[in-house]
């Protein structure tokens, strides 16, 4: 059984740095083909694809943020940690991580999500 | 980047009606990797289908998609009072693997 869970603050202060980790079961990092990705979803809008980490440690990242995201893994202890420099007020929203494989190449399953708060 | 178009905003129908929600891209998706995702209030995202047209793990058959290259579409064929949500689609066939802005479908 495949399970993902996000963890972070739910307040930080505009300019700080945010960090959120996903701890996850049922599945390993070492397996070829896996991934775990970030998506946020300011309140009442659309989803937004963030980054993506795979088994072989290849990333991807929007190319928006791309200068403030940092995502890494850490296979031993099954979590995916993500990083965002210098957050904005309108980074205010719900993060999900998810897993994706090569049995779909998406996200299949989703954690419940994280709802961060961008606010001096 | 590819940038998703969905049609409607918002679709006004009732329970037992069919529902058919499209999504265009700006270009070509790269073997036909279009994902639909289902959200009702409060939870997170559900995959539907993937590759255009393949049905999730325990998805029931009334849920359906289609499409190649720049036009798909889900299309549910009878209204559950379940299925009013929102359903996002989403593009990973090329890097960003970005999103569209949604369909509300809601109750007539």
């Known amino acids: 059984q495949i399970t993902l869970k996000e963890s972070g603050p739910t307040l930080v202060k505009p300019t700080q740095t945010l960090t959120l980790t996903c701890t996850f079961s049922g599945f390993s990092l070492r397996t070829s083909g896996v991934g775990v990705g970030w998506i946020r979803q300011p309140p009442g809008k659309a989803l937004e694809w963030l980054a993506l980490?795979?088994?072989?440690?290849?990333?991807r990242y929007s190319p928006s943020l791309k200068t403030s995201l940092t995502i890494t893994k850490d296979t031993s202890k099954n979590l995916v940690v993500l990083t965002m420099a210098s957050v904005d007020p309108v980074d205010t929203g719900t993060y999900y991580c998810?897993?994706?494989?090569?049995?779909?190449?998406?996200?299949?399953?989703w954690g419940q999500g994280t709802l961060v708060t961008v606010s001096s | 980047e590819i940038v998703l178009t969905q049609s409607p905003g918002i679709l006004s129908l009732s329970p037992g009606e069919r529902a058919t929600l499209s999504c265009r891209a700006s270009?070509?998706?790269?073997?036909?990797?279009v994902a639909w995702f289902q959200q009702r209030p409060g939870q997170a995202p559900r995959l539907l289908i993937f590759g255009a047209s393949r049905r999730a793990i325990g998805i029931p058959d009334r849920f359906s998609g289609s499409g190649s290259g720049t036009d798909f579409t889900l299309t549910i064929s009878r209204l559950e009072p379940e299925d009013f949500a929102v359903y996002f689609c989403q593009q990973y066939g090329t890097s960003p693997f970005t999103f569209g802005p949604g369909t509300k479908v809601d109750i007539k």
């Open positions: 998810a897993h994706m494989d090569y049995s779909s190449f998406t996200f299949d399953y």
């Open positions: 980490i795979y088994w072989n440690d290849d990333k």
């Open positions: 270009q070509s998706v790269r073997n036909s990797y």
